[in-house]
């Protein structure tokens, strides 16, 4: 299962990459995290249904400072990554 996330509230600026990176890292994901110029994050997400339904979750919340208005959710066509490997993309 692959999906693409874009989280908008109060996300840049408060570890959301790192600690989305961790988690997902935790999760068993693949994928890429990055801010986007437009204040979002967004995120592709690869793995196991159970380990995208938790990382969702997770960013529902976001780390401590963080305030999430919105998380869109649509799903994404096959991707490069390689299994277990998770990216911080530069801003976009």
């Not at 990459?17 to 988690?23: I, N």
């Amino acid at each position: 299962m692959i999906k693409n996330l874009k989280i908008t509230g109060l996300v840049q600026g408060v570890g959301f990459r790192v600690a989305f990176e961790r988690s997902a890292r935790s999760y068993g994901l693949s994928g890429w995290v990055r801010n986007r110029c437009d204040g979002s994050v967004e995120a592709l997400v690869s793995g196991d249904s159970d380990a995208i339904k938790k990382i969702i979750d997770w960013a529902r919340q976001g780390p401590e400072g963080a305030v999430v208005k919105q998380i869109l959710i649509e799903d994404a066509d096959l991707t490069t990554l390689r299994p277990g490997q998770f990216l911080r993309l530069p801003t976009e």
